[in-house]
Every structure is written in C-alpha cells, then in structure tokens.
C-alpha cells in the first residue's frame, strides 16, 4: 500500500504572479491557480462563468472593488481569464482539460458512434 502524506507537499511557485492594472491605476493580483483551496473549488460552480473563478483567484473583498472598474464588463471578463488561465498553462477550452467533466469531441464522437454502431446491430 502505498501512502502520501501531506506533510511532504510542495508548495514552491516558480511562476510570476498574474496582475491585473486598470485605467484608473488600481491593480488586481490573481491568485495562482494551485494556491486555491480544495474546498473552494470543489464548491464553485466553475460553469456558472469566468465571475465565479474571478472571485476565487481574487477573494471577494478585491473582486467587489475590480468589478467596480469602469472598463471591466463581459469582454474584459472573458479576456482577463483566458490570459491568466494562459499564463499559468491551463486550458482555455471547456471539456479539454484534465479533470473536465465533459468529454472532448473526439471522445464525444466516437460515444455516438458506438452507441448508433450497437444500436443498429439488433
């Protein structure tokens, strides 16, 4: 059996921090998408939108003032996120990352087709 304990986790960050700077010359740090909590992003609901992961790389408090940026509406959202998501070599499509709970199309596909294949065989 093997066994891993938590004492031996590393918690070095090689990258550079992801900053946000507004027009008005206020500036937004990101977390780093391996200091968030487990918790956390097992109770979010990351499908809900970029708001949703905004909110947990910036804490509440920072995020409530961010959206208060005159400049930050959907497009600034959707941009903002793929860029720190870019950053930090996550994917920037949905169902292709590892962990996704959606298949890839490839994998969507040859679904189907096994299905209809299995189906037309009786």
């Not at 700077?21 to 956390?40: A, F, K, M, V, W």
């Not at 609901?45 to 970029?50: K, M, P, Q, T």
């Not at 940026?69 to 996550?90: S, T, V």
């Not at 590892?98 to 994998?107: E, F, I, K, N, V």
């Amino acid at each position: 059996m093997a066994t891993f304990k938590t004492t031996q986790i590393e918690r070095e960050r090689s990258d550079e921090d992801f900053t946000i700077e507004c027009e008005s010359g206020n500036s937004y740090t990101l977390t780093h998408p391996q200091s968030i909590h487990g918790r956390d992003l097992v109770d979010a609901d990351l499908d809900a939108g970029a708001g949703v992961l905004m909110e947990l790389v910036m804490g509440e408090d920072e995020y409530e003032k961010f959206l208060d940026e005159p400049e930050i509406d959907g497009f600034a959202l959707d941009q903002i996120m793929r860029a720190w998501m870019e950053h930090y070599g996550l994917p920037t499509s949905p169902g292709n990352g590892r962990g996704s709970r959606r298949p890839s199309t490839a994998t969507d596909r040859r679904s189907k087709q096994t299905s209809g294949s299995r189906r037309a065989g009786r």
